[in-house]
């Protein structure tokens, strides 16, 4: 009876044992591989954690990257994620926001060997999300690009993060991203962002960009919808290619809520300046983090390297750069851009060659 007794209880344990890691297989499913969310930003890919013998020289401290990935710009953001990969010792995860018709070629690019190692999390962004917030003109439909609204759903792409990093795919890291992912700030500020007329940036003018520099630029200020929020004209204006946010102040404060509602509210009444000195992206967000944002280190997004094909600073700036970002017309892809050849340095050549044809249209176009 004794035999039989201690034979029931090591059944029992080990019973236990089994329903104990199948909660926790079973935690760690939900966590990594999530249902799609309400607005369609689906996870489709993951490589959960990296090769234990690189486990070792990587920090733990796990450190969020959000990029947008476009099919006709896909090298410059693999050429961004392997410059940041390869200037850190952190647990980079990159997530990387695509349309679903991209997903098989930036897979099969992920897999060249300098990315092979590299932790990331694709997700399939859904353009329907954007319906009654953005006009479309249905003679330059082609030009729409719903990607770059993807950094208004951060807190959508990566749910389990309190702080990501949003960086543009026309860019190159320089230096260890983990300097920029501690950027403090300030208490109630769901972001941070480097100010257009502090910047390093913006010491020399940008010919044909016209008002860049401050609100005036990007909004409207005839329209009383933009009068009501006195937000002064010549206030400075801020880059949000590249960006630190709190996610916790960012879901706290409905941050998404707002910017969806300056978006709705410009399809009816039109309060981007008809001059807009940047993307279509940038004027909501001005108009949400008016006065309660923090600021990043200026030399984390020096910019303005694609405004022109000339060089507009000296070698050993940007050399000291942290982070180059070609903004403007001119990408380095192109090759036409100033510095393209630090650019490519970080480039993984295609598999497929598709993007080499990318490049060659791109050059032609830039040479007109």
Avoid at 169 to 175: F, L, S, Y
Avoid at 208 to 222: E, P, S, T, V, W
Wanted: one cysteine or more; aromatic letters at 10%; hydrophobic letters at 40%.
């Amino acid at each position: 009876s004794v035999n039989i007794s201690i034979l029931i209880v090591a059944v029992v344990i080990f019973l236990l044992v089994i329903h104990h890691n199948f909660l926790s297989l079973s935690d760690f499913l939900r966590r990594e591989l999530s249902d799609p969310s309400p607005l369609g930003l689906q996870p489709i890919d993951f490589i959960p954690a990296a090769p234990q013998r690189l486990t070792d020289e990587r920090n733990d401290k796990e450190i969020s990257v959000v990029i947008a990935a476009s099919d006709e710009r896909l090298g410059g953001a693999i050429a961004a994620m392997n410059s940041i990969y390869q200037h850190t010792s952190s647990n980079v995860v990159f997530h990387i926001v695509t349309l679903n018709d991209t997903v098989d070629h930036l897979r099969m690019w992920l897999r060249s060997p300098p990315l092979k190692n590299m932790r990331y999390r694709i997700l399939d962004f859904d353009p329907r999300v954007l319906e009654g917030k953005v006009q479309v003109d249905p003679q330059k439909a082609d030009s729409f690009k719903p990607l770059t609204f993807a950094r208004f759903y951060l807190p959508n792409l990566v749910p389990h993060a309190e702080k990501v990093i949003y960086v543009d795919d026309d860019v190159i890291v320089q230096d260890d991203i983990v300097e920029l992912y501690n950027t403090p700030l300030k208490p109630g500020h769901a972001a941070a962002f480097s100010d257009d007329c502090d910047s390093t940036s913006s010491k020399v003018a940008v010919r044909g960009a016209g008002n860049q520099y401050n609100y005036i630029g990007f909004l409207d200020y005839q329209k009383e919808t933009i009068r009501k929020l006195a937000m002064k004209a010549n206030t400075c204006s801020f880059n949000p290619g590249v960006f630190v946010a709190n996610l916790t102040e960012w879901k706290l404060q409905n941050i998404t809520k707002q910017l969806e509602k300056w978006m709705a509210l410009n399809v009816v009444e039109e309060l981007y300046s008809k001059t807009l000195a940047g993307s279509i992206t940038t004027p909501p967000l001005l108009i949400v983090f008016y006065k309660q944002h923090s600021s990043i280190d200026p030399m984390w997004n020096v910019r303005h390297l694609g405004s022109s094909g000339g060089k507009r600073y000296s070698p050993q700036f940007v050399k000291a750069a942290k982070l180059l970002h070609w903004n403007g017309h001119f990408k380095p892809w192109g090759r036409t851009a100033s510095y393209a050849e630090v650019w490519e340095k970080w480039y993984v050549p295609d598999p497929t060659g598709k993007f080499n044809l990318i490049r060659r249209h791109s050059e032609a176009y830039e040479a007109k």
